[in-house]
């Protein structure tokens, strides 16, 4: 058995690489740019490029490999769907990522990913069912019971991104109106910054004001009902022991005091008290949990 793990996280921005051993301690840990303007044939030799650093780094030793990516490899006919990562989309990624690399690989959604290192050795390792929510470029989710992920029969479990919270919003890339993926991502937030505040500044420095003005408040305060919505129906709904909050939007404060609040206010009982709590992994979760698929398949 293999006592070397490596993990790859395939991101919109940004494609990591990590290798762990076998008491999962980071021994190396890269990034390169993901350039999935560039074409998938690109996108795939950025992922050789940073293979290559990590195997490089262990002098060639055996080792497991997991990927993580946006979206899901369809059970009928193999192929990518739901991506952000648009140029993945409809292509055997599996096999064509195993023909450059030229060994086995494990791919899984990349929330599964973040969900699965979090509740293994995160801030969920205590609990029993843990929900993790990814707030990032786009919005998606992992639901991890004992240690083990739950994928589901049409590997959709988690895609809470993709619910709707509004029929009448806006349209999702996945063709719906209304998803929460458009109200409380990052990409979804600027938008609403630009077309609300006619300003272009960034989902995350936008959060990260010390103060606001009074349409501002009023931007904010919509962002954080939204939030409450959407995590409200997770509870509603599998009720977890806890919810761990991943991505860049992660780090705004606010969502653990009023988002929290909005929360507990739509939820089904008179004394809700799901933990809320932000991820102990940081943006390496994602990269982790990859490696650490590979190690358990």
Not at 97 to 106: A, D, F, N, Q
Not at 188 to 194: C, D, H, N, S, V
Request: with cysteine; glycine share 12%.
């Amino acid at each position: 058995m293999s006592k070397l793990h490596i993990g790859i996280d395939l991101g919109g921005t940004k494609i990591e690489s990590v290798v762990l051993d076998s008491k999962l301690n980071i021994l190396f840990r890269e990034r390169v740019p993901t350039e999935s303007n560039k074409g998938s044939i690109h996108v795939i030799n950025q992922i050789e490029k940073i293979y290559l650093k990590a195997t490089n780094s262990i002098k060639n030793k055996s080792h497991t490999l997991g990927i993580g990516t946006p979206g899901s490899i369809s059970k009928n006919n193999g192929l990518l769907r739901n991506s952000t990562i648009l140029c993945q989309n409809g292509l055997p990624i599996d096999k064509l990522i195993e023909k450059k690399l030229k060994r086995s690989v494990v791919i899984e959604n990349d929330a599964n990913c973040f969900a699965l290192a979090e509740a293994t050795i995160g801030s969920g390792k205590k609990f029993s069912l843990v929900f993790g929510v990814i707030m990032g470029t786009g919005c998606g989710g992992g639901i991890v019971y004992n240690n083990k992920l739950r994928i589901g029969p049409q590997r959709l479990s988690g895609e809470w991104g993709h619910s709707v919270i509004n029929p009448n919003g806006d349209i999702c890339f996945c063709k719906k109106k209304g998803c929460v993926n458009t109200y409380i991502s990052g990409t979804a937030l600027e938008k609403r910054i630009k077309r609300k505040l006619k300003n272009s500044i960034t989902s995350k420095n936008f959060l990260n004001q010390s103060t606001y003005n009074k349409k501002e408040k009023e931007l904010l305060s919509e962002f954080y009902d939204f939030f409450g919505l959407a995590l409200a129906n997770i509870i509603n709904t599998i009720d977890p022991d806890v919810i761990i909050l991943g991505g860049g939007l992660s780090n705004h404060d606010g969502l653990y005091k009023e988002g929290l609040k909005k929360v507990y206010k739509n939820v089904f009982c008179k004394e809700p008290n799901t933990p809320i709590l932000k991820n102990m992994l940081g943006d390496s979760a994602g990269v982790i949990g990859a490696a650490i698929i590979g190690k358990m398949n």
